[in-house]
């Protein structure tokens, strides 16, 4: 199949933050094949005529759980230990695998109406969320979250329950549809597990090279009470097992610190920004310009729609966008090309994939935005504008890997009635029922 975008004015997410106006963009197959101002020669499959829309890659969602999406709401107005503990795993240990995937699909369009094309997610029953992204058609890097609660001297991956869903994700699941899904190793984090389990986990991800995905350094008494346990910080505790040895991502670095960033910009980690999720909960501001200072890739994420309560990245986006300026003062902290630096091409980066940016080569995962829309009119500034006046509700139309799964408010992957039946009659019964 190949398709020809044509009438539009294309946001490339290159080095020099060009914005084409009149763009012809092709595709083929899966991939961009040309990018520029002039009509490819040849026929075309399918024409998309973009008149007084943007064209943008597609955006990546870099943390987050999409299950979450049924606790939507519960729990809020309580601190973060009483909500997780009298809350979120109450609920949690009722999931089954029809649950999960319904509230997974529930997640999942939420994501791609909202322009988002690839996630990175980190959640429990791994397996059955892979069978929904897989039929969504968007890119995913998938993970298990390892735990450990154990006696160090007592850890056997063998009898560890998470070692073995590692190895049972990454048989099934690693590599899916030509690299659609790819999993990675995971930590859910230094203080939910103890060195055998880091050096067994990154040992796993060296032998089969995958990625490795781990909340680092969220909250201030997480952050202090490794320090307190280890005379290190998360980042470099974690460094001495090799959890930074290959490509990975870190979630939240809300309270990394200088020397920290050293270790991350020297083994090319990606610190993924939650910005809403921080926040909501109390948690702190990520030093997110001081780390991009230091050479670290700052990617965002939404985290899980319990504590977001949305997958709005345009949103997340904009938080990020001004943040910065307010806690620096200096309305040149982050820069609006900067924060869509952060939700495109280094969302690509940190995942490992050719995605975030329209270029010949890369993933066919692009976006249109309708611009004739009351929020983003006038426009002075195309890049301004989608950093600091679009929400998702602008998407018209989203295309991953050349596939186009949704389009002026129509699902052509999910069937979207099926399951909003199947969270009212099913999922939310079984989570909520007994409370």
């Given at each position: 199949?190949?398709?020809?975008?044509?009438?539009?004015t294309?946001?490339?997410?290159?080095?020099?933050?060009t914005?084409?106006?009149?763009?012809y963009?092709a595709?083929?197959g899966?991939?961009?094949?040309?990018?520029g101002?002039v009509r490819?020669?040849?026929?075309?499959?399918?024409?998309?005529?973009?008149?007084?829309?943007?064209?943008?890659?597609?955006?990546?969602?870099?943390?987050?759980?999409?299950?979450?999406?049924?606790?939507?709401?519960?729990?809020?107005?309580?601190n973060l230990?009483?909500?997780?503990?009298?809350?979120?795993?109450?609920?949690?240990?009722?999931?089954?695998?029809?649950?999960?995937?319904?509230?997974?699909?529930?997640?999942?369009?939420e994501?791609?109406?909202?322009?988002?094309?690839?996630?990175?997610?980190?959640?429990?029953h791994?397996?059955?969320?892979?069978?929904?992204?897989?039929a969504?058609?968007?890119?995913?890097?998938?993970?298990?979250?390892g735990?450990y609660?154990?006696?160090?001297?007592?850890?056997?991956?063998d009898?560890?329950?998470?070692?073995?869903?590692?190895?049972?994700?990454?048989?099934?699941?690693?590599?899916?549809?030509?690299?659609q899904?790819?999993?990675?190793?995971s930590?859910?984090?230094?203080?939910?597990?103890?060195?055998?389990?880091?050096?067994?986990?990154?040992?796993?991800?060296?032998e089969?090279g995958?990625?490795?995905?781990?909340?680092?350094?969220?909250?201030?008494?997480e952050?202090a009470?490794?320090?307190?346990r280890?005379?290190?910080t998360?980042?470099?505790?974690?460094?001495?097992?090799?959890?930074?040895?290959?490509?990975?991502i870190?979630?939240?670095?809300v309270?990394?610190?200088?020397?920290d960033?050293?270790?991350?910009?020297?083994?090319g980690?990606?610190a993924?920004?939650?910005?809403?999720?921080?926040l909501k909960?109390?948690?702190?501001?990520?030093?997110?310009?001081?780390?991009?200072?230091?050479?670290?890739?700052?990617?965002?994420?939404?985290?899980?729609?319990?504590?977001?309560n949305?997958h709005?990245?345009?949103?997340e986006?904009?938080?990020a966008?001004?943040?910065?300026n307010g806690?620096?003062?200096?309305?040149?902290?982050?820069?609006?090309?900067?924060?869509?630096?952060?939700a495109?091409?280094?969302g690509?980066?940190?995942?490992?994939?050719?995605?975030?940016r329209?270029?010949?080569?890369?993933?066919?995962?692009?976006?249109?935005?309708?611009?004739?829309?009351l929020?983003?009119?006038?426009?002075?500034?195309?890049?301004?504008?989608?950093?600091?006046?679009?929400?998702?509700?602008?998407?018209?139309?989203?295309?991953?890997?050349?596939?186009?799964?949704?389009?002026?408010?129509?699902?052509f992957?999910?069937?979207?009635?099926?399951?909003?039946r199947?969270?009212?009659?099913y999922?939310?019964p079984?989570?909520?029922?007994?409370?």
């Open positions: 199949m190949t398709t020809l975008f044509k009438n539009v294309a946001v490339l997410m290159d080095g020099a933050d914005v084409l106006p009149g763009a963009v595709v083929e899966g991939r961009i094949s040309s990018v101002a490819p020669q040849g026929p075309f499959d399918r024409e998309i005529d973009g008149a007084g829309c943007v064209l943008m890659p597609g955006l990546v969602n870099a943390h987050t759980h999409v299950p979450m999406t049924a606790m939507r709401g519960y729990g809020d107005g309580n230990q009483d909500w997780l503990h009298n809350y979120i795993f109450p609920v949690e240990a009722k999931w089954d695998d029809r649950a999960i995937r319904s509230c997974a699909a529930l997640g999942l369009a994501m791609i109406a909202a322009g988002t094309t690839c996630i990175a997610d980190m959640y429990m791994t397996g059955a969320i892979a069978q929904e992204v897989a969504a058609g968007i890119s995913a890097n998938l993970s298990v979250g735990v609660f154990g006696a160090p001297e007592d850890f056997s991956p009898a560890c329950g998470d070692c073995a869903n590692q190895r049972r994700l990454t048989e099934e699941w690693h590599g899916y549809n030509n690299g899904i790819l999993v990675d190793a930590i859910h984090g230094e203080y939910t597990s103890s060195a055998p389990l880091w050096q067994w986990m990154a040992d796993y991800a060296h089969k995958l990625g490795l995905h781990i909340h680092v350094s969220e909250t201030q008494a952050h009470e490794c320090i307190a280890h005379g290190k998360p980042v470099q505790i974690l460094d001495e097992y090799g959890v930074w040895d290959g490509r990975a870190a979630a939240h670095c309270y990394t610190t200088p020397e960033w050293a270790i991350m910009a020297a083994k980690v990606s993924i920004h939650n910005p809403v999720s921080n909960l109390g948690s702190g501001v990520a030093p997110v310009p001081a780390m991009l200072r230091a050479g670290v890739n700052v990617a965002l994420g939404t985290d899980g729609v319990s504590s977001n949305n709005d990245l345009f949103e986006l904009k938080f966008a001004v943040l910065h806690v620096a003062r200096d309305p040149l902290a982050l820069l609006p090309a900067d924060a869509l630096r952060l495109t091409v280094n690509g980066r940190a995942l490992g994939r050719r995605t975030g329209i270029e010949a080569g890369y993933d066919a995962d692009l976006i249109l935005v309708d611009f004739s829309h929020n983003l009119t006038p426009c002075h500034s195309v890049i301004s504008n989608l950093a600091y006046a679009a929400h998702g509700g602008d998407v018209v139309m989203n295309m991953a890997r050349g596939q186009v799964i949704y389009q002026d408010g129509e699902f992957t999910i069937d979207i009635e099926r399951v909003k199947e969270v009212a009659d999922a939310l079984r989570l909520f029922g007994n409370q």
